[in-house]
Every structure is written in C-alpha cells, then in structure tokens.
C-alpha cells in the first residue's frame, strides 16, 4: 500500500504521521524488530491454542511442549541468552503454578510420546496424526 501510486495520493501521506508510518513500515530495523517477534510469538501459539480447546487431551502433553516452546524460542533468537532469557523469565512467572505443578510433570515423564515416539515433531503441528 505504502509503495503504490495511491498513497501519493492520499491525504494521509502528506501528514506527519503518515510520512512516519511510511519511514517505519519502510525501514529495516521495523522488520527487524517483527522477525524477532514472529520467532517469540509463533511457537507460543502453536502450544498455547489447543490449551484453550476441547480437541486434544492437553496435560499430557502441555509440560512437553512448553519444554519443546522454549527450545524453538531458544533456536529462533540464535541461542543469544540476553535476547531469550527476559523472555523465559515471563513463561516460567505466568506458568508458576499453573502448568508447572507435579502432576502435569508426571503426566509428562509417564507420557510415552515423548521418550519413545522417536521424532521430534509437535504433538499440536499437523505434522502428527492425532
């Protein structure tokens, strides 16, 4: 949008906030900054959407999968510890209590997909046949 011939045209690209919005979509560093995000956010939602369904059986597999989460999230931000660890600092205060209870790391160290499934794909990626 930012680009064509019709934003010239627009009001809003002769306004101040609009040149703004132009020089930060345009810019390396915004795109920068929502590559970093997507690597954050991505693997969180992949875990955290079936939490809040009914499709699948979550406890099971939920202290897994928030293990395999921070591992992807680990990876994604280049195993930089200052770029994750704010990061993880937030997931371990929000699941204290929640989904870090005994039970639901029984139900991980009893659940067979994780020590003898033999892959290492998500049990919430359409990569595994529910």
């Not at 997909?113 to 919430?124: A, R, V």
Request: contains cysteine; aromatic residues 14%.
């Amino acid at each position: 949008m930012l680009t064509s011939t019709d934003w010239e045209k627009c009001k809003w690209s002769k306004n101040v906030k609009g040149k703004a919005a132009y020089y930060t979509v345009l810019s390396t560093v915004f795109w920068n900054c929502v590559k970093y995000c997507l690597r954050v956010f991505s693997p969180l939602v992949r875990v955290l959407r079936p939490v809040g369904g009914d499709q699948k059986p979550s406890m099971r597999f939920l202290y897994g999968e928030l293990k395999k989460l921070m591992e992807k999230i680990r990876e994604g931000l280049k195993n930089v510890e200052s770029n994750y660890q704010p990061i993880f600092e937030i997931i371990d205060e929000k699941s204290k209590g929640r989904f870090d209870s005994p039970l639901h790391m029984a139900a991980y160290v009893v659940n067979p997909y994780y020590f003898f499934n033999g892959s290492t794909s998500s049990i919430y990626t359409s990569e595994v046949s529910s």
